[in-house]
């Protein structure tokens, strides 16, 4: 590795703080720790736990040093001091790495040869790095199994090392928290909540856990099977469409450097791999840019609601609907390029080509994990058939084109097929932080100023700070826009400062009028299906996206001529029914945790009780009929908006009406209505909106009557 | 068994969490007196505690499985410990707790029973070392110098027990009401 840093020895009077790696005076320059220094001084010391840009740890003993006066020290926790006398490489570390990685060996499922992570694992390449030549401890007993419950993540249990990254990236980084570590001594593991699959639980499926594990215990969940099948079915049209960050990051694979443009050279390895057509998502996403622009302008118009959160990362659309069901009135309607894309092949360009639609096989190349759980939601299925019949990352794209034997790095390059392989330097930057907001405020530039609207550089948005804020002036002097308007805008990605950013804009801290999201560091440059790479190769696909915009005759989704074309003969209007139709969406509170609603309240629960403890409370099941079940919910919508009091309510009034026998009272988990206050299910009936302060009255309404009257029995099975 | 989530119940589960604090700094004492109120954590409560102290439900489970003295399963009406402190272990405390595990009738690697009669745990030092072995009852009766035989008969009353009184009156996961506790304690004192 080499060494670009100057590295001259302390001559006196200078005030630069110096310490001595392995012999060699290494200055010290606001490194965190031991290991960071080093790390400039081109040693790599092994580690499992230890990630830049997350918290340190401390857990994996991988990095231990020798630092002279001290003894061993682990180097991710040891601040650098002047003068420090650090040694990586004695017999004693040497010794006890190996011990270490043996251990973690001992307890892991050491199936190297049909793992997925195969080349790429980093418990292998210390193993190999260090000539682990056996492992003295015994193999595991017993097997857990493999959690395939996510639509766009496996985790193997049998291959987790405990290094906890995972877990940091998702609370940290992500601010969700889905995977944590849980029971205690030889039992402790990383798991979902309850130990329940990653699909049941808060999951977001961005994938950033499965950037940072270190094995194979965190892996995409793999669809190259149905891809292959598809180009092998001779009835079948395979359709691929490969999204703007794809094409900066595919090369990696194959030894390009990050933001190389690849696109060419990936269309012609898909097609030899025997994939029909090949268009371009940059496509859709000018037609994104185009319906969020006027969505916006007609927000701004009609008076809201604002600000307009993009809707562009299914990760960030899930985390809405987890977490901020008030705000899910505030996401853009519009599709993703992704879904858009979709909707446009298969009912748009299939009849065009005289194909059935579901003879159309679209396959989406997505830097994205979270892309995957989007493609199979219910909305973008008409018919039976999905809009998207399957997703696959670019790592997954890079192993297809692998197996096949394809050298990408000499394939010559192929365009895109037409009409939808092209898209406007603005579409392309869709593949990164800020990208999209750029997009959007060139949009409406050439719709305030028309013809002669000027080359917009939007920089303010631009790069991986963690949040960016600009103001634009829409004041185009014509008449035409609306004019000395501004328009405040605001760019985050990563989740955690997402929520911190929407809490700010509840409680009125910051007022914007467009927010960009995008769940992965950097954007979706830095996606979850991406080659695993640090901060900078994310900056530097970035890079190579405005690399490539720079280049692009086409500045903005206006100029697009394919655009046009489609509203012509197919959308009519913007805002048509039809656009409405294929390109809009709808958005719905979604209950964090899986299997925890409503298990209170179950008839058998209820005569189960009824020979308990508090038999009299349920003495119900001895009156005719059944008792009327009541549920309030005390999800997170509902809880912050006081359900615990509505309960208490409730509870107050079932004694003063002696209906406590007539009334099976239960608090119950989210019934996905969370943006409409606190809801109450009374019978079969969902009441929305209840508050504090309307319980009483919701209850005479609703619940007196119905139970002191004939008890109704839905024909359910007596307790 | 109450549903943990029956109205009257939660409203307790309410007051505790409110007692507390709602913070997160409060977790652990909440989770004390919910595995007080409720012999063990069900699921639903857990995830209404994260959702009160603003954590995530992970963070909550990943508590409540790590220190010993929380449960996430039910636990059967009688709790029997076994001491396995180093006075009872040298004393044969491993005989008495297979006696006891086999008497129960518990199947390898489970700790409570399906009809939810018993649940069996091996404990550190009850501070009874003079009486070594030791088992305890719902942490009320306390039993020394068991052996083998004893503790199989000690499990054959309780059983009987459980037949001739089918409401729980004590320390069983669905015994919730305060006559329940009363009853415990006078039986715990004619035991003693
Ligand atoms: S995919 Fe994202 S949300 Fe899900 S566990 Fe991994 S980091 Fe957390
Ligand atoms: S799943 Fe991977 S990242 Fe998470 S703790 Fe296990 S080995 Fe580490
Ligand atoms: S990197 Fe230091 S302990 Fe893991
Ligand atoms: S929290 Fe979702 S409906 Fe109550």
Redesign the pocket.
């Known amino acids: 590795m080499a060494v670009d840093i100057k590295m001259t020895p302390p001559s006196a009077g200078e005030d630069k703080a110096w310490m001595t790696i392995d012999g060699r005076q290494v200055p010290v320059e606001g490194e965190r720790n031991i290991l960071e220094v080093a790390r400039k001084a081109g040693i790599d010391i092994p580690n499992f736990c230890y990630h830049s840009e997350l918290s340190v740890y401390g857990a994996c003993r991988l990095c231990l040093v020798e630092v002279e006066g001290r003894g061993v020290v682990a180097s991710c926790s040891t601040a650098p001091e002047a003068g420090m006398v650090v040694h990586t490489n004695t017999q004693r570390i040497r010794r006890l790495r190996r011990l270490t990685l043996e251990l973690i060996l001992a307890d892991h499922d050491r199936e190297c040869t049909t793992c997925v992570k195969s080349g790429a694992c980093r418990l292998q390449e210390l193993a190999n790095r260090f000539g682990l030549d056996r492992v003295r401890f015994g193999e595991r007993d017993g097997r857990e199994p493999v959690d395939t419950s996510s639509p766009?993540?496996v985790r193997d249990p049998n291959k987790c090392i405990l290094c906890g990254d995972?877990v940091r990236?998702?609370s940290e980084v992500?601010g969700?928290g889905?995977?944590e570590f849980a029971y205690r001594g030889s039992e402790t593991a990383v798991v979902p909540a309850f130990d329940k699959g990653?699909g049941d639980v808060d999951?977001?499926?961005?994938?950033?856990?499965v950037q940072v594990c270190p094995t194979g215990a965190l892996t995409v969940r793999s669809e190259t099977e149905r891809v292959w099948e598809a180009i092998h079915d001779p009835d079948t049209t395979v359709v691929v469409q490969m999204a703007p960050a794809v094409r900066v990051a595919l090369g990696e694979a194959f030894g390009l450097d990050p933001g190389t443009q690849a696109a060419g050279k990936v269309v012609a390895a898909l097609k030899s791999l025997g994939v029909d057509r090949v268009f371009d998502t940059t496509f859709a996403a000018d037609l994104t840019a185009w319906e969020e622009t006027h969505e916006f302008l007609r927000r701004r118009k009609e008076g809201g609601p604002l600000p307009l959160f993009t809707s562009c990362c299914p990760a960030w659309v899930r985390y809405c609907e987890q977490y901020h069901a008030d705000l899910l009135k505030n996401l853009s309607t519009c599709r993703s390029p992704q879904q858009m894309m979709g909707s446009v092949l298969k009912r748009y360009w299939a009849p065009r080509q005289g194909l059935e639609p579901d003879r159309v096989f679209v396959v989406s190349l997505m830097p994205c994990?979270a892309k995957k759980f989007e493609a199979a939601r219910p909305e973008f299925v008409r018919e039976g058939c999905p809009d998207v019949d399957c997703v696959i990352t670019t790592g997954e794209a890079a192993a297809m084109i692998r197996e096949a034997g394809i050298d990408l790095e000499s394939i010559p390059e192929e365009p895109f097929d037409n009409p939808l392989g092209m898209g406007s330097g603005a579409a392309v930057i869709f593949g990164t932080t800020g990208g999209v907001a750029e997009a959007v405020v060139r949009t409406v530039a050439g719709i305030v100023h028309g013809q002669d609207a000027p080359r917009v550089d939007f920089t303010p948005v631009r790069g991986h700070r963690g949040l960016k804020e600009a103001t634009v002036d829409l004041s185009g002097g014509d008449g035409k826009g609306e004019s000395g308007d501004r328009v405040r805008v605001a760019v985050v990605h990563g989740l955690a400062r997402a929520g911190e950013l929407v809490r700010a804009v509840k409680e009125g801290r910051v007022d914007y009028d467009l927010v960009e999201v995008m769940a992965c560091p950097g954007g979706c440059v830095g996606g979850?299906g991406q080659p695993v790479g640090p901060g900078e190769t994310r900056a530097a696909r970035s890079r190579g996206l405005y690399r490539i915009d720079r280049r692009s005759q086409l500045h903005r989704p206006q100029d697009n001529p394919h655009i046009a074309r489609l509203y012509r003969e197919w959308l009519g209007e913007v805002g048509s029914h039809m656009a409405h139709e294929a390109l809009h969406t709808r958005y719905h509170p979604h209950r964090r945790i899986e299997g925890v609603r409503a298990t209170a309240s179950t008839p058998a629960a209820a005569g189960a009780a009824a020979a308990g403890a508090e038999g009299d409370a349920f003495a119900a099941a001895k009156v005719p009929g059944e008792p009327l079940e009541v549920s309030v919910c005390v999800g997170t919508g509902c809880y912050l908006r006081g359900s615990h009091h509505v309960l208490r309510v409730f509870n107050r009034l079932l004694d003063e009406r002696g209906l406590r026998d007539r009334v099976n009272l239960s608090a119950t988990f989210c019934l996905e209505k969370c943006d409409r206050g606190v809801s109450v299910k009374v019978g079969d009936r969902l009441i929305t909106g209840v508050g504090p302060d309307t319980a009483a009255e919701v209850f005479e309404r609703e619940v007196s009557g119905r139970a002191a009257g004939p008890v109704e029995t839905p024909g359910r099975r007596q307790g | 068994m109450v549903p943990a989530f029956e109205g009257r119940r939660f409203e307790k589960l309410n007051d505790i969490i409110e007692r507390n604090g709602r913070t997160p700094s409060s977790l652990i004492p909440i989770l004390q007196e919910v595995q007080e109120e409720y012999r063990y954590l069900p699921e639903e409560v857990l995830t209404y505690v994260a959702t009160a102290l603003g954590l995530p439900p992970s963070a909550v489970f990943g508590v409540a499985t790590f220190y010993a003295q929380f449960s996430t399963e039910p636990k059967g009406r009688f709790v029997i410990k076994v001491c396995d402190g180093t006075a009872c272990h040298v004393r044969g405390a491993d005989t008495v707790h297979f006696a006891v595990r086999r008497a129960a009738g518990l199947e390898p690697g489970r700790k409570t029973t399906d009809d939810l009669t018993f649940t069996v745990e091996q404990v550190n030092c009850v501070g009874a070392c003079s009486m070594a072995p030791v088992v305890t009852v719902n942490d009320r009766r306390v039993y020394g110098d068991m052996t083998q035989k004893e503790a199989a008969a000690l499990v054959e009353r309780l059983r009987k027990e459980a037949e001739e009184e089918p409401v729980p009156t004590e320390g069983a996961g669905d015994g919730v009401g305060t006559a329940g506790e009363r009853a415990a304690d006078g039986a715990g004192g004619a035991a003693g």
Do not use: D, F, P, Y
Not at chain 1, 203 to 209: L, M
């Open positions: 766009s993540l995972c990236m998702c992500q969700i889905a995977i990653l999951c977001v499926n961005c994938g950033q856990c994990t979850g």
